[in-house]
DNA sequence: AATAAAAATTAGGCAAGCCTAATATTACTG
DNA sequence: CAGTAATATTAGGCTTGCCTAATTTTTATT
């Protein structure tokens, strides 16, 4: 089994392939997980020795298929526990994300199975998230940014790629929710401020910041 | 907040305390922690200058009040998961305790507080063990243990004191389970074996590990 | 290409928690 | 009460995962 903090790398690695494409540098992973590069060269020389990641010299480094097995498991067990507090316990949107975060680490096939039972086997996290099956397959999640489109385009706002607590309630604030219809009213050159149309009813502006942290289906 | 580590101490000092009375030696800590007898005094140094332990030289230590409490709310979370596995996700009660053994350690009072109400404010575990309340108070728990009881004595089976699989597995061999009446029938001089009438019909003999083991109330 | 800046690595250290081996203390027993 | 056994503690080490400082390598700029 692995530890936290490799558990932690693994899951940062990935999403870092995923947003950038393949090759991660050490810098990179030292930035989003908030410690010195010298450590993070430490670390993955160790799970380079496991087989986990695989270095390129002067290139970076990429998960292994053994590496992105085990970060898929990790964030399916992250967004399951998130699953589990927002629709059980009652948690709001923007509070289940620490918690997850240790909860992820616990090390239980079974446990995992049961709770994904429990919870009728869900498609997708609080936040849009998809949530990999037992097998680490992803419903496909065709979103677009809706900062890539274009006035008059329409969509479904099915998730979100800023999970802080500050953006999560300014959703709140201005009143749009998983799954709201969304159209693009309007793109100011100037500012790049988009004027959306919620629900086919209400209009409200949103900086460019905030269309890129939305995410459109359909 | 303190480490599994730590946690893990004040949870097998707080036991040892209420199986054995006041003091607890190093010996004893170090066997059931499973760990060496140096690691312990290292570790109880480092807690006794947190004040959660207190030593008295030759005569062993005691938790602080600051480290009972600190116990008293990792068995309470401890029991809490316990009631979730097996109330929610289905999981037997042999199955549940190492999950348990790792989900206490998850720090939010806010998560403990929510799975209480979740859970209905239960006032015990799947194995009978009473649950303390937010406020760190125990609904009373009048048991005695089984061996403890004449000829003619009855009552209702309400825990366990052994909570190894092998022994809630053999329990539910016998057909005995939590809150069934049991009278003592016999209690042979020889071997000390105890022959019990569960519900009034049917009739079982058992060792005296195993009679001491269960805990009986009213 | 020379130089500066950025990125990465190496080397040496540290705290937590464990270990073994050696030593000291306390308790038990004849 | 001496001698042994049981208990505890000290001393020194190890691994994990982090740190700082120094150095090397790579990349970018002129």
Redesign the interface.
């Known amino acids: 089994m692995h530890s936290s903090a490799e558990e932690n790398y693994l899951k940062a690695i990935y999403k870092l392939q995923e947003a950038n494409g393949e090759m991660v540098a050490t810098s990179a992973l030292a930035q989003v997980l908030g410690i010195h590069m010298a450590s993070v060269t430490d670390m993955l020389k160790k799970m380079s020795n496991k087989k986990l990641v695989a270095y390129q010299k002067s290139k970076g480094f990429k998960l292994t298929e053994k590496g992105r097995l085990a970060a898929i498991s990790i964030i399916r067990k992250h967004r399951l526990w998130e699953v589990f507090?927002v629709d059980?316990?009652?948690?709001r949107w923007d509070?289940v994300h620490?918690?997850a975060e240790?909860?992820e680490h616990?090390?239980?096939q079974?446990?995992i199975d049961?709770?994904d039972a429990?919870l009728d086997f869900p498609k997708a996290d609080p936040h849009g998230d998809p949530i990999p099956d037992a097998k680490g397959i992803f419903a496909i999640n065709k979103s677009v940014l809706l900062a890539s489109l274009a006035p008059g385009s329409q969509g479904k706002f099915t998730g979100v790629t800023d999970h802080s607590s500050a953006f999560l309630n300014y959703l709140d604030k201005i009143g749009l929710s998983l799954g709201d219809s969304v159209k693009v009213k309007e793109v100011e050159e100037f500012d790049k401020n988009y004027t959306l149309l919620l629900k086919g009813k209400k209009s409200v502006v949103v900086s460019f910041k905030v269309a890129n942290s939305l995410l459109i289906s359909e």
Request: no cysteine; aromatic share 12%.
């Open positions: 507090l059980k316990l009652r948690f509070e620490e918690i240790q909860l616990i090390h239980s079974e446990l049961k709770l429990y």
